[in-house]
């Protein structure tokens, strides 16, 4: 039971190089003439302390060699050997100094290249991540550990062990020229380290988990700070006068956080402290074992010069060595973050069909269920339904039914739990990712406005034309754009957004038809999804948009979602959803026929309008 306790804690104090070596292979593969440069002057600045220390003896010596000669009546007194060891000296001190200055230097371009590095890896990652892992809170406190501070701890991993390599180096170096004076004493001193160290591992791997449960928390604090600084959030904040609410809410969270950094703090600082003595009492009890020594003339004077730098030095190196340990811990455990976030499991898209089999069978849904990953209630439940090529459904149903999911599935952001979509007759996922999204022009209702210019903004929908300005022109004359596009300042040059120079802001309108333009962008889509484009445009105009719509899309099967039966009816087919459930099917006339759901929220808009 004991030694399996102290078996635990040994891996525990361990678990401080865990990561050390992947850290160093990072550092490595992003520049390997630093590394290297790296290593050498860590070893060059490891060993050199010891040499000066002993180079102080060898003067020490050497002076009193020449003084007892002059005292012995010699009458040449030869100044040479001192003044030598002097030169050699100062030599050594001058190469210590150029290792240290070339370590810092090559630190921080190794921050810089690192910085980069691990930031890109971090992002490539994002790219292959699913929408789920977006919406689940605690991928997003993996993504905020990975991401904070990833420009900094992989080197300062690396900095530490190397510099605990450093400073091993000059201990050991301490240690032999302390060998010769007493095995017991380098003994002693290191048994009177361990409590010290085992301590500051301890302490280490606490303020590591403080540091990873809260995540959250951090994250609500970034979340305010988000709030009170952006300016789309800044209306809104000013007139319900929410600011000195978020900012209290800032402060409860900032001192509850407090509180526990500052126990851990003031715990580790005064246990650092108590144990610390411990070391600093043997090396003391050995450093006045030395005196008496030199006293009783057992050793020469010089020896104890180098002695008493030796322990002095000692004293530092191994201060400092505990901080670096101290830090490693936490390195490390940071590093734990970032890999466990680098290598999560993605399911990578296995389809590889790139063209249907049943060009003429369009878009089927056979019995399709889907239900959130943590969420007990399906969202959708046995929705079938068929759509031609060229034909155009309408889907309508209160907030909540399920048509943005319906959307997310059929775009293959999600899986179907069960039942079936098939486009062109092949299961979509058969299809080759690539090809099918190449397939769809999507308008989500939280569509991005890119702080981009104009043209960009239409251009996005089709990375590959991101630049044709043909294109640009054509899109955003089949999303109605046009018109407003060539009033801006600098038509379809004109930046867009308020967060760089010159940005011009769009009404809400506006950016739905730069959205709508988007979508046409991508002239090889041939299934175009709009999730309410038209929300912010007015009932004509949305007629409108509509007419024209249905003549430039007259080949594209389109999904759209509305609540403006003016729209609506215009589509060949007609779902409505109720919690998940698809409740009736048919045209616009074949429903108000039925007299049921559809019929009744139609005659209620339409009553509204008169
Ligand atoms: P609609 O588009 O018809 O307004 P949605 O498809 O967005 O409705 O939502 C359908 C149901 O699924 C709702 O009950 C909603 O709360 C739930 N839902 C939507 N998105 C998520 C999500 N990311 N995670 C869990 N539940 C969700």
Do not use: C
């Not at 002695?307 to 670096?324: D, E, I, K, N, P």
């Not at 407003?484 to 802001?505: A, H």
């Amino acid at each position: 039971m004991k030694s399996k306790k102290r078996r635990n804690t040994l891996r525990q104090s361990l678990a401080v190089f865990r990561y050390s070596g992947r850290a160093i292979n990072l550092v490595w593969t992003t520049s390997r003439t630093m590394t290297i440069i790296l290593a050498t002057l860590t070893l060059v600045a490891g060993l050199l302390p010891a040499a000066i220390a002993y180079i102080g003896k060898l003067i020490v010596d050497a002076v009193v060699a020449s003084s007892q000669g002059k005292a012995g009546g010699d009458s040449f007194v030869n100044i040479y050997p001192p003044l030598f060891y002097v030169g050699l000296e100062a030599i050594a001190v001058a190469l210590l100094a150029a290792s240290q200055r070339g370590l810092t230097i090559s630190q921080s371009l190794l921050r810089v290249l690192l910085g980069q590095r691990v930031n890109v890896l971090i992002l490539e990652k994002a790219l292959t991540l699913d929408l789920a892992h977006f919406e689940n809170s605690e991928f997003y406190d993996k993504i905020t550990n990975a991401r904070r501070e990833a420009s900094i701890r992989p080197l300062s991993l690396v900095n530490r062990t190397f510099g605990l390599v450093q400073n091993a180096l000059s201990l050991v170096t301490y240690g032999v020229l302390l060998v010769k004076f007493s095995l017991w004493a380098v003994v002693a001193l290191i048994v009177a380290a361990m409590p010290a160290f085992i301590a500051e591992t301890r302490f280490a791997g606490e303020a590591f988990r403080l540091f990873s449960w809260r995540a959250p928390e951090t994250r609500q604090q970034q979340y305010i700070e988000n709030l009170l600084g952006r300016e789309d959030y800044v209306t809104e904040i000013k007139l319900y006068q929410l600011g000195e609410m978020l900012l209290g809410r800032y402060h409860n969270v900032f001192n509850q956080l407090y509180g526990e950094d500052r126990d851990l703090t003031v715990r580790r600082g005064l246990w650092g402290y108590l144990l610390g003595l411990v070391s600093t009492a043997a090396f003391y009890v050995a450093y006045a074992w030395i005196v008496i020594e030199t006293v009783f003339g057992k050793i020469s004077l010089g020896d104890m010069t180098m002695y008493l730098t030796v322990f002095r030095q000692g004293q530092s190196t191994f201060a400092s060595a505990l901080t670096s340990i101290g830090g490693m811990y936490e390195d490390n455990l940071y590093l734990s973050n970032l890999y466990e976030f680098l290598e999560e499991k993605v399911i990578q898209p296995w389809g590889n069909v790139t063209r249907g089999s049943k060009p003429q069978d369009g878009i089927r849904f056979e019995n399709v269920s889907f239900t959130y990953p943590g969420s007990s209630k399906p969202a959708l439940r046995n929705i079938s339904l068929h759509l031609k090529p060229g034909q155009k459904l309408a889907i309508v149903g209160e907030n909540g039914s399920g048509k943005t999911t319906l959307i997310k599935l059929l775009t293959r952001l999600y899986t179907p739990d069960s039942g079936r979509i098939f486009l062109d007759g092949v299961d979509l996922q058969e299809w080759n990712v690539d090809a099918l999204r190449r397939r769809i022009g999507v308008i989500f209702q939280n569509f991005v406005r890119y702080q981009f210019t104009v043209g960009e903004n239409i251009g996005v929908g089709d990375v590959e034309n991101l630049d044709d300005s043909k294109r640009w022109q054509v899109a955003a004359q089949k999303g109605m754009a046009q018109q407003f596009i060539e009033r801006l300042p600098q038509s379809f040059g004109t930046q867009l957004g308020r967060w760089f120079k010159g940005g011009q802001e769009l009404s809400g309108g506006q950016w739905q038809k730069i959205a709508l333009a988007r979508a046409f962008m991508r002239t090889q889509a041939d299934i175009l999804v709009l999730d309410e484009p038209t929300s912010a445009i007015d009932a004509q105009a949305e007629y409108e948009i509509f007419n024209h719509f249905r003549a430039v899309t007259q080949n594209q099967m389109v999904f759209l979602i509305s609540h403006r039966f003016s729209t609506v009816r215009m589509a060949d087919k007609i779902l409505v959803i109720d919690n998940g459930e698809v409740v009736e099917q048919g045209t616009h006339e074949e429903l108000l026929a039925d007299g049921g759901h559809y019929a009744r929220l139609f005659l209620l808009q339409a009553a509204g309008y008169q």
